[in-house]
């Protein structure tokens, strides 16, 4: 059943990946846009990290203070009861101040780990905001690019014509008016000729009578 459950969720992966691919060679810049979506989204997770460093660091720095001051406690105290003579009182607190004095080294050796190690992560975090920046302006650049390249596409649809070229039609379209304009001047022309004829023919007989 586990198996079954595997191999379909590695079919639903190896379909979303190939279709994130189909997008990326579409769009480009939309996948531009999503990689840069989950870098900020990884930045914001280390930016986390940091500060647990720092809040480590300081864990360790207060551990290495409170265990040098009780170390510094437990060795005066032995030294009391040494004077003392209080020999039970005197082996309990060396036996403490060598555990805290113990504890110290550690935690001294921890601390300057956490700071080393800190230093390192403030130093590839701010490298990481850096190319994170410098990839948001490539893509404000590329998104200008992206954008006078579209205008002067528009363009040159309109100025020069593409497959559907628009400045044949005007040209189709003034024979279409000019074969119209002659129609009507040839119809009208046709519709005045008996009229003008009977005109002419009066005139010509009049002319005739006068003579």
Do not use: C, W
């Not at 403030?122 to 920046?133: I, N, R, V």
């Not at 596409?153 to 304009?181: C, W």
């Amino acid at each position: 059943m586990t198996t079954i459950f595997s191999r379909i969720k590695e079919t639903i992966s190896a379909d979303l990946h190939d279709l994130m691919d189909k997008k990326e060679q579409k769009n480009p810049l939309a996948a531009l846009n999503h990689y840069l979506r989950q870098s900020e989204q990884e930045k914001e997770k280390v930016r986390k990290l940091v500060e647990r460093q720092y809040l480590l660091r300081d864990e360790f720095t207060r551990e290495y203070h409170q265990a040098r001051d009780l170390a510094d406690k437990r060795l005066k105290q032995a030294t009391i009861a040494e004077k003392a003579g209080e020999k039970d009182m005197y082996e309990f607190a060396m036996k403490e101040y060598e555990e805290y004095q113990a504890r110290e080294g550690r935690m001294n050796v921890s601390r300057e780990e956490s700071v080393k190690q800190l230093e390192i992560l403030e130093q590839k975090y701010e490298e990481m905001k850096h190319k994170l920046k410098d990839m948001h302006l490539r893509r404000m650049e590329l998104m200008g690019r992206e954008n006078v390249a579209k205008a002067n596409h528009q363009i040159n649809r309109v100025v020069e014509g593409t497959s559907d070229k628009p400045f044949s039609r005007f040209a189709e379209m003034e024979q279409y008016i000019e074969n119209l304009e002659y129609k009507v001047s040839h119809a009208y022309y046709r519709s005045t000729f008996d009229s003008k004829m009977a005109k002419l023919e009066k005139e010509m007989n009049e002319q005739k009578a006068s003579n």
